[in-house]
């Protein structure tokens, strides 16, 4: 499958009811080429919107980490678990995030990361293991097959409790320091 063919099975996806509530599909953005990849929970309005993931506030936030640890811009990709956006912004359903799971399989078979970073706990649960705790765990290595992965805060954790801000900013170097050793 290339991007053109997921793209297109994404959009007329019905494995799930969220395509017949959703405005735009969320597939992605930043570099196809990168070894890094960020995985998100769901489009939120903005994202709806726009067709971008991560472009809302919690998005432009994450950009500012990202700039200030020092990725460059090609060296991420960036998307979510669901393409499509839970009404109101509600959690996804396991059910969902199952129907989604194979549009993330053939994302990640293009991309070929050697890294995955989930944002959060949907995420994390989803591609870690399901008893993911992000408290006790977040910027923990875990090799999974031919990939590193570690779960680290959701940016909208830290717009709700700053105290998490030196966190996310370690967990990132750690995630910065893993890619310069791994390319
Ligand atoms: N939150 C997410 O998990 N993903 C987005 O794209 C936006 C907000």
Not at 162 to 172: A, R, T
């Amino acid at each position: 499958m290339n991007w053109n063919e997921l793209e297109k099975k994404c959009a007329e996806c019905d494995k799930c009811p969220l395509g017949t509530t959703k405005t735009n599909i969320v597939i992605d953005r930043g570099s196809r080429e990168a070894k890094l990849m960020f995985v998100g929970e769901a489009p939120g309005e903005t994202e709806d919107k726009t067709g971008k993931p991560f472009v809302g506030l919690a998005g432009q936030l994450l950009d500012k980490y990202l700039v200030a640890v020092g990725f460059e811009d090609e060296s991420y990709y960036i998307c979510n678990i669901l393409k499509c956006r839970p009404p109101k912004n509600r959690n996804p359903q396991q059910s969902e995030i199952e129907s989604c799971m194979d549009h993330l399989r053939e994302q990640t078979r293009l991309i070929k990361p050697k890294i995955i970073v989930c944002l959060g706990k949907v995420a994390a649960c989803a591609l870690i293991k399901p008893d993911f705790s992000m408290t006790a765990e977040h910027g923990r290595w875990f090799k999974k097959g031919q990939f590193m992965m570690c779960g680290i805060y959701h940016p909208s954790a830290i717009l709700r409790d700053s105290s998490k801000k030196e966190i996310m900013y370690k967990d990132l170097e750690s995630v910065k320091a893993m890619l310069d050793e791994i390319i």
